[in-house]
């Protein structure tokens, strides 16, 4: 049933009504130009401060980056979860450090490692108090800034107690 009409290609629907596939397209067009423009993300450096390790965000887009809702910092060499495990006994056994924030802008770069952020968690996701880090082991770490900033890198520990960033995988 579908046919041409102005120049359009036209898929009759089952009620009988026209679709015309220019307005698929251009809502299509709409709605991707609208999710591009909500998001960004940026680098996430280890550093250390005054012999604590912290971190901080870098990159054209680190300037948006001003509230931090959420941190993760996982071993690269992490173990998957088993199946059927729950999440928060994998995230125990698998996370270095997790924290969860709120939306209220408490919390800035730089964030300090095992320093818990503030807020009510409304995330509902697992919080894991810091662990010790290994010297030599290649470690992920993960931030949410706001409610649409995504950044990560990588980053290692050095026998000086220095700390040595890989930047994203």
């Not at 067009?29 to 909500?38: A, E, F």
């Not at 996982?74 to 125990?92: I, K, M, N, S, V």
């Not at 408490?106 to 995330?123: M, N, V």
């Amino acid at each position: 049933m579908g046919g041409k009409s102005s120049g359009e290609l036209v898929i009759a629907q089952p009620q009988g009504q026209a679709l015309h596939m220019r307005s698929l397209r251009v809502l299509a067009l709409i709605s991707l130009l609208g999710l591009s423009g909500c998001s960004y993300s940026f680098d996430v450096r280890a550093v250390m401060i005054d012999g604590r390790l912290a971190f901080v965000a870098e990159g054209p887009s680190s300037g948006q980056a001003k509230c931090v809702t959420s941190v993760r910092v996982l071993p690269q060499d992490y173990e998957p979860g088993r199946e059927g495990e729950p999440t928060e006994a994998w995230a125990q056994r698998a996370y270095a450090w997790s924290d969860h924030g709120d939306y209220d802008c408490d919390d800035h770069f730089p964030i300090f490692y095992g320093a818990p952020l503030k807020g009510t968690d409304e995330s509902g996701l697992p919080d894991v108090a810091a662990k010790p880090l290994r010297v030599g082991t290649i470690y992920e770490v993960s931030a949410v800034a706001g409610a649409t900033g995504y950044g990560a890198g990588r980053f290692t520990l050095l026998p000086d107690g220095s700390v040595e960033n890989l930047g994203r995988q």
